[in-house]
Nanobody
Framework: QLQLVESGGGLVQPGGSLRLSCAAS????????IGWFRQVPGKERERVSC????????YYADSVKGRFTISRDNAKNTVYLQMNSLKPEDTAVYHC?????????????WGQGTQVTVSS
């Protein structure tokens, strides 16, 4: 089965950091743009970040700009989301998805995700 698997979430205090990983299984991640989005029960899905297949172009939502950094390691078939200066409002389940470009990420299918909880 072709899929992306998210990991790296956990419980951190406000101001802390986490690094999320999006690992490809069954396909070559190098060929795709990868986006991160997050979901909170009762709220709309929010697009967080995206990186082009080449790694040259990146996108960040205003809510995370300056705090989060997306990167990719094609040798490891993995995309990372470094999250610094975390706030309670960052608490969510984080998912990744792929597309031909950051303008065309397919959010129609998504997996289990990884839970990020920011609390004292």
């Amino acid at each position: 089965q072709l899929q992306l698997v998210e990991s790296g979430g956990g419980l951190v205090q406000p101001g802390g950091s986490l690094r999320l990983s999006c690992a490809a299984s069954g396909f070559i991640l190098n060929y795709y743009a990868i986006g991160w989005f997050r979901q909170v029960p009762g709220k709309e899905r929010e697009r967080v970040s995206c990186i082009s297949s080449s790694g040259v172009s990146t996108y960040y939502a205003d809510s995370v700009k300056g705090r989060f950094t997306i990167s990719r390691d094609n040798a490891k078939n993995t995309v990372y989301l470094q999250m610094n200066s975390l706030k309670p409002e960052d608490t969510a389940v984080y998912h990744c998805a792929k597309g031909g470009s950051c303008a065309f990420i397919d959010f129609g299918s998504w997996g289990q995700g990884t839970q990020v909880t920011v609390s004292s």
